[in-house]
């Protein structure tokens, strides 16, 4: 059974930053994909970005040069540093493991930017 546990969530300033981490942890593939949606109070779970494993990455609009996502293959673990944060990125942030067509989710994590 796969199963996804996040960290690095919390509460800070505009313009500061923040760290999320997600290791996956199971029945694990090679070839899969990783990645973080968000969803805010009222608004639809949207992708942040995501990051195959051969390293190919793909970032929303609103986040690109500001968000950066990688991975360490080794531990199943995938990161999102966060940067320049604005008060719209306030979200519940979930991360997601996709392999075999099948997608398995984080709980989220809570990150709150405000002044």
């Known amino acids: 059974q796969l199963k996804l546990e996040e960290s690095g969530g919390g509460l800070v300033q505009p313009g500061g930053s923040l760290r999320l981490s997600c290791a996956a942890s199971g029945n694990i593939v090679s070839i899969n994909r990783m990645g973080w949606y968000r969803q805010a109070p009222g608004k639809q779970r949207e992708l942040v970005a995501f990051i195959s494993s051969s390293g190919t990455t793909n970032y929303a609009d609103s986040v690109k040069g500001r968000f950066t996502i990688s991975r360490d293959n080794a531990k199943n673990t995938v990161y999102l540093q966060m940067n320049s944060l604005k008060l719209e990125d306030t979200a519940v942030y979930y991360c997601?493991?996709?392999?075999?067509?099948?997608?398995?989710w984080g709980q989220g994590t809570q990150v709150t930017v405000s002044s």
């Open positions: 997601q493991l996709l392999q075999l067509g099948y997608p398995t």
